[in-house]
T-cell receptor
């Protein structure tokens, strides 16, 4: 099946530890995105990548890092520098049409809890 | 970035009723999407509608780009329609989706 997969579904971390969230897509989409959702809120953009080996900061990039070594994969590392990492993390992807990136599709998300 | 505002924040309906959800945005857009977030957190794509009108079963959407708003219509609501509905927009010339804070819909039997 084509789609976007995220793992793990639930993740628990101790304070001071780095943790990496996985996002894989087999849709042959060009762009990939990471969003964060806090309870009762909309989604906010952390990082996005339009092409392999290139990525851009979103609105709330501090305390996070990403890599884009393959078109299919866009892992997100939540570092110990992120002050309030407990949240729901969603990955998305979209195809490029001309100069624009169109409809975004989302994975099932990872719930991160810092103990 | 672009500001996206949704109304109402909460909506309670009797099963079978119709409803209209509104999304206002502060600038011209090249992408406007409506999503339904289910109880497990999955975002389901409803419409990709930067302009015009689309229909999919009991749901339809209209975006009037010149007046900077979009409407999502739900007819003959069912309990499975419950959840949070998000509108998200990308400002013309940009690539980032900005989300509203959502409308929480509860459909009671």
């Amino acid at each position: 099946d084509g789609g976007i997969t995220q793992s793990p579904k639930y993740l628990f971390r101790k304070e001071g530890q780095n943790v990496t969230l996985s996002c894989e897509q087999n849709l042959n989409h060009d762009a990939m995105y990471w969003y964060r959702q806090d309870p009762g809120q909309g989604l906010r953009l952390i990082y996005y990548s339009q092409i392999v080996n290139d990525f851009q900061k979103g609105d709330i990039a501090e305390g996070y890092s990403v890599s884009r070594e393959k078109k299919e994969s866009f892992p997100l590392t939540v570092t110990s520098a992120q002050k309030n990492p407990t949240a729901f993390y969603l990955c998305a992807s979209s195809i490029k049409s001309g100069r624009a990136f169109n409809e975004q599709f989302f994975g099932p998300g990872t719930r991160l809890t810092v103990l | 970035g672009i500001q996206v505002e949704q109304s109402p924040p909460d909506l309670i309906l009797q099963e079978g009723a119709n409803s209209t959800l509104r999304c206002n945005f502060s600038d011209s857009v090249n992408n406007l999407q409506w999503f339904h977030q289910n109880p497990w957190g999955q975002l389901i794509n409803l419409f990709y509608i930067p302009s015009g009108t689309k229909q999919n079963g009991r749901l339809s959407a209209t975006t009037v780009a010149t007046e900077r708003y979009s409407l999502l219509y739900i007819s003959s609501s069912q309990t499975t329609d419950s959840g949070v509905y998000f509108c998200a927009a990308t400002q013309t010339g940009a690539n980032n989706l900005f989300f509203g804070t959502g409308t929480r819909l509860t459909v009671i039997p």
